[in-house]
Each structure stands twice: as structure tokens, then as C-alpha cells.
């Protein structure tokens, strides 16, 4: 099972950036496509971006296609998302989520719990 932890959320102005980064323990993470999603008060949760187990393939909501970018390092066990140019839009808390499925599953197993991220105008 895997367990994991993100990190790197806060406030920030519009405009500016911000890296999160989502920590995985207990299992082998180049076997799990890694992914962000997020919930802003009110609303659904949202995919964001997600990145392939080896990192080849990613993928972007439209929305923030062109300011943010997933990345992973598997020898440190981390996915990253890297923020820029946000938006009061942005606000949001931020989840990280693995699986085994080779790519896109339709549900994630594993879940974080979650970085809140806050962008003011």
C-alpha cells in the first residue's frame, strides 16, 4: 500500500509560483501513474495533471495547460507540480493520487491528504 504525502502549498499572489511536492512510501512508485487533483470550496474535485510511470506521458487539465508542470523523481519517491503564473482560480486544495493502472485510470486507489494552496488577487 502506498502512503502519500504532500507538501509546498500556501499563500501567494497572483501571478506568482509555487512547487508541491507529493512524497510516496511503501511500494515500488515507478509502478503507479502519479497524479494532482484539486477541490476549491464548494466545488467538486478537479484532475490537474497527471505523469506516466516512468514520467514519458503527461497530461494537463486545460485550465492550467501552459503554467503548470508535473514531474517525478523515482529515485526520491516524489511527483512534483510546479505552478506558475497562478490565478485566484488556483485556489484550491491540492491531492496527490497514485495507481497501478499503466496510464489514466478512471478512479485513483491511493490518496494524499491534501496541501491548500491560496491565491489573492
Known amino acids: 500500500q502506498v502512503q502519500l504525502v504532500e507538501s509546498g502549498g500556501g499563500p501567494v499572489q497572483a501571478g506568482g509560483s509555487l512547487r508541491l511536492s507529493c512524497a510516496a512510501s511503501g511500494g515500488t512508485v515507478t509502478s503507479y501513474t502519479l497524479a494532482w487533483f484539486r477541490q476549491a470550496p464548494g466545488k467538486e474535485r478537479e484532475f490537474v495533471s497527471a505523469?506516466?510511470?516512468?514520467?514519458?506521458?503527461?497530461d494537463y487539465a486545460d485550465s492550467v495547460k501552459g503554467r503548470f508542470t508535473i514531474s517525478r523523481d523515482n529515485a526520491k519517491n516524489t511527483v512534483y507540480l510546479q505552478m506558475n503564473s497562478l490565478k485566484p482560480e488556483d485556489t484550491a486544495d491540492y491531492y496527490c493520487?497514485?495507481?497501478?493502472?499503466?496510464?489514466?485510470?478512471?478512479?485513483?486507489?491511493?490518496w494524499g491528504q491534501g496541501t491548500q494552496v491560496t491565491v489573492s488577487s
Open positions: 505523469i506516466s510511470r516512468v514520467g514519458a506521458i503527461t
Open positions: 493520487a497514485a495507481d497501478p493502472s499503466i496510464w489514466r485510470p478512471t478512479r485513483y486507489r491511493y
